[in-house]
């Protein structure tokens, strides 16, 4: 009895020196940002451009992106939405490629690549990195670079919103290319008021520098002997520019409590849908797609052999030739000058 007595003292004096290490550990974790300076335009390279999007509560937000002229006489648009941590030079195998079918923008969402960081002293009202502002910002680019329809081409997390941005803009949305979008993988969600906790803010500030590095790119090529030093400098170029860290971390603040719910209202999309997967895809397993374009109305889909999660990168020619074959079939949106 003197012994259960002992071990259940042991136990709690172990418990409170745990709970303790779990309210304080976190917050040894620097604050201050580990990049202080630093523009974006001045890190820019020569394709960079740049439109500043209204957004309610702030001065407005810097959008960075890159754009390819139609090179032929069809008038489709592309709009590209990349994934979570990548940018938009996640595209650049296939800028030209795609061009040649249609008008082709790639913009950095907040707060990659080259696009504005805000911090929660920078805006008034709603929190610019919530995913009904993301939404919103999909249709503020387009508003601003005169876009006044496209087909969006999301990658992973870019698939999401992707599917979210053709629910609010039915109008202006007339397809949707899908990359391994992130439908139907899980990732834990927690209370707002728990993810504001200063712990889990450092703990958010710890996670997002270390994503920034970035951890997920090799994993997301089947082969990572294809990465090129050049790719690997483009998808660190978020780090040359001024509290990135702080606004990656903003950013995983208010995802922690966002859930991933449009796999519920896949059968209201209405428009045509190619959707793409790699059958060596390791973060969005080929099955979860093959569900999505099993509940969305109008969808095709396409099986790359041999590539990963970015096929567009890894595999821009296989990529190019899926694209390229459903826009001549007869699944395909119309182009706009054929479109009553």
Excluded at 241 to 257: E, H, I, M, T
């Amino acid at each position: 009895m003197a012994m259960l007595k002992r071990l259940v003292q042991v136990f709690g004096v172990l418990l409170v020196l745990a709970i303790g290490a779990a309210a304080i550990v976190p917050l040894l974790i620097p604050a201050g940002t580990v990049q202080p300076t630093g523009s974006a335009r001045a890190a820019a390279t020569p394709d960079s451009r740049f439109l500043t999007i209204p957004f309610p509560g702030t001065a407005g937000l810097d959008i960075h992106y890159l754009e390819r002229p139609a090179a032929g006489p069809d008038a489709r648009a592309f709009l590209l939405l990349h994934g979570f941590t990548f940018n938009s030079f996640t595209w650049g195998a296939v800028l030209d490629p795609l061009a040649k079918l249609g008008r082709t923008v790639a913009y950095d969402q907040i707060p990659y690549g080259l696009s504005a960081k805000p911090l929660p002293s920078d805006w008034s009202g709603a929190n610019p990195y919530a995913k009904e502002s993301a939404i919103a910002q999909v249709g503020a680019v387009m508003q601003g670079l005169g876009l006044g329809h496209a087909i969006l081409v999301g990658n992973s997390s870019g698939g999401t919103l992707a599917l979210e941005a053709a629910l609010a803009y039915p109008e202006r949305v007339t397809g949707l290319i899908l990359v391994a979008p992130w439908v139907h993988a899980q990732r834990p969600t927690i209370p707002a008021a728990v993810a504001q906790l200063p712990q889990l803010q450092r703990l958010s500030l710890f996670i997002a520098r270390k994503l920034g590095n970035p951890t997920l790119l090799e994993y997301s090529y089947q082969d990572p002997s294809r990465l090129t030093a050049a790719r690997r400098a483009l998808a660190i170029i978020h780090t040359r520019v001024a509290n990135w860290d702080l606004g990656w971390a903003a950013l995983l603040d208010r995802s922690l409590s966002s859930s991933v719910d449009v796999s519920e209202r896949l059968s209201q999309v209405r428009v045509p849908v190619l959707l793409i997967t790699s059958d060596q895809d390791k973060l969005v397993k080929p099955d979860d797609t093959r569900r999505v374009a099993a509940a969305l109305p109008h969808a095709t889909l396409k099986v790359l052999p041999g590539c990963g999660h970015v096929p567009q990168e890894e595999c821009p020619q296989a990529f190019m030739a899926a694209v390229t074959d459903w826009l001549q079939s007869p699944a395909a949106p119309a182009a706009a000058s054929t479109r009553p």
